[in-house]
């Protein structure tokens, strides 16, 4: 028996919700692993989780996202041992300090990325993935607007983008976050005056893609930076859900595309995943990304960690240790 213990949320509400219990992970069974974690990732669908937007069973082992040592392995397992050093950003439960998975969703953390910065980047990056890789395929000189250009998942697709010879209008609720933002153009500010900021930066077209990871308070504004047949990425609520919308909306806004993508549907097979978990590692060994971890949490401290992220008071990664 394992020493194992985790953060749930007993009930749906704030961060008070979440308690500490103890409990017995089990050894792993046919085609699962058992992991140590050393370092778990702190993502804004955690509170969803949290709070009942997306449901989940009570009492909810909550988190996603961590990486650790495998220190068991079930029968039937080809291609992972005990030791080897491996990233989950799959299911329910990460906010533990053992976790029992399946081994298809697990990803091999090569040499020259630590556990603390696979589990800094796992969900974060490998959403920045399929954003900037499969959601639309964007050529060097197209022109894409990112909200939230400082959180997690912001400060990760501001230079993969880039990378790729995007131009980059970056958006960021404050000063001081808009200054950490390496991108073409950096702004701040009331949603209110954002879309003639981006007319005049795009000589009055607008952007052929936003990446909106806010939702609700940002949704007009967003739709309004559109160039013509433009495509929205609405791929979070951090301020709410979007509400209701009219097909009419899109067509008066210039024919314009909506998608509302999430990670489970990029990284649906085996082979899907360590596609994308290996393009997100190549890029953080090529120095193109890096894990900007702004905070840490001690893994008991996680609702403290909720009130912060949810006050919009982190930057970059929030790691929580166990």
């Known amino acids: 028996m394992v020493d194992a213990w985790r953060m749930v949320a007993r009930s749906h509400g704030g961060p008070e919700v979440i308690a500490r219990e103890d409990f017995d992970p089990g050894m792993p069974g046919e085609g699962q692993l058992l992991i140590a974690q050393e370092a778990i990732g702190l993502n ?3 509170t969803y989780y949290r709070t009942g937007l997306y449901p989940a069973p009570l009492p909810t082992p ?4 961590g990486a650790g040592h495998v220190i068991a392995v079930g029968p039937g397992i080809s291609g992972f ?3 080897d050093k491996v990233g989950c950003a799959h299911g329910l439960g990460a906010y533990a300090t053992h976790r029992l998975i399946a081994a298809d969703h697990a990803v091999k953390v090569p040499d020259g990325v630590s556990s603390e910065d696979a589990a800094a980047m796992m969900l ?3 959403t920045a993935c399929y954003l900037a890789e499969d959601t639309i395929d964007l050529a060097a000189g197209q022109v894409a607007l990112v909200h939230a250009a400082a959180g997690g998942v912001g400060s990760v697709l501001v230079p993969w983008l880039r990378d790729k010879g995007v131009v980059v209008i970056a958006h960021c609720g404050s000063a001081q976050k808009a200054a950490l ?4 153009h950096s702004l701040h500010g009331p949603f209110a005056d954002l879309a003639s900021t981006v007319r005049d930066l795009t000589d009055g077209k607008g952007v052929d893609v936003v ?3 806010i939702g609700k ?10 160039k013509r047949r433009g495509l929205m990425v609405s791929y979070g609520n951090a301020s709410g859900a979007v509400p209701p919308i009219s097909l009419l909306d899109l067509s008066k806004g210039g024919s314009l595309y909506v998608t509302r993508p999430t ?5 649906s097979t085996t082979q899907a995943l360590t596609h994308t978990a290996e393009r997100l590692f190549n890029r953080m060994q090529r120095g193109v990304v890096c894990a900007m971890i702004g905070q840490r949490f001690a893994l008991a401290d996680v609702a403290e960690a909720h009130k912060a992220l949810e006050a919009r008071q982190t930057t970059g990664s929030t790691v929580l240790m166990p």
Not at 181 to 184: E, L
Not at 217 to 226: E, F, G, N, P
């Open 124 to 126: 974060k990056g490998m």
């Open 81 to 83: 041992a005990v030791g």
């Open 44 to 46: 804004f669908i955690d």
């Open 263 to 267: 990670l489970s549907d990029y990284v």
């Open 211 to 213: 990446y909106d990871g």
């Open 181 to 184: 933002v390496d991108a073409d």
């Open 62 to 65: 909550l988190g996603s996202e």
């Open 217 to 226: 308070d940002s949704w007009a504004t967003s739709l309004a930076c559109l």
